[in-house]
């Protein structure tokens, strides 16, 4: 396996993982969780950024910035039904955690550890950016049409 798709399998691992969970809440046998279809749609959108994030250079960063976009509009969209919102919008970028902080899978030296843990985490700013203001956009449209928070 080439080292692309080793990483590749290793940053979207957990999130599969995770969304293997929310499915099985629909059979009689486990516990289902509140939002569980909210959460495996912005799950599987998270795990499309991810994939494109990861060859954002070859797409170019017009391409990067329109997902980011989509990303925050669909967040707003999911958020308008969800009864958790913000861990829904914060669910959606959970693939691009995992598969951007290289500090997970193997630690740096300590004298490195501070610059490579800064370098990754703002990395991931611009999508916790356009997640948090899709979190934001829904909440507000849901306060103006008075959708109160149920279960979808």
């Known amino acids: 396996m080439g080292a692309d798709a080793w990483h590749i399998c290793r940053g979207l691992s957990p999130a599969l993982s995770i969304l293997a969970f929310l499915a099985l809440g629909y ?3 486990f516990r289902s969780i509140d939002d569980a279809a909210l959460l495996i749609a912005g799950l599987v959108w998270g795990l499309l950024l991810a994939t494109a994030f ?3 250079h070859a797409l170019g960063f017009e391409i990067a910035y329109g997902l980011f976009s989509a990303t925050a509009v669909i967040v707003a969209a999911l958020c308008i ?3 958790h919102r913000l861990r829904l919008a914060l669910l959606v970028i959970s693939p691009l955690v995992f598969l951007n902080l290289d500090l997970l899978l193997a630690p740096p030296p300590l004298e490195q550890f501070l610059s490579q843990t800064i370098f990754d985490l703002k ?3 611009p999508p916790l950016a356009f997640s948090l203001a899709g979190y934001v956009l829904g909440s ?3 306060f103006v049409i008075k959708r109160s928070p149920r279960t979808a």
């Open 54 to 56: 990861n060859i954002r």
């Open 140 to 142: 507000l449209v849901r």
């Open 81 to 83: 039904f969800a009864k």
């Open 123 to 125: 990395a991931l700013l």
């Open 27 to 29: 059979l009689p046998l």
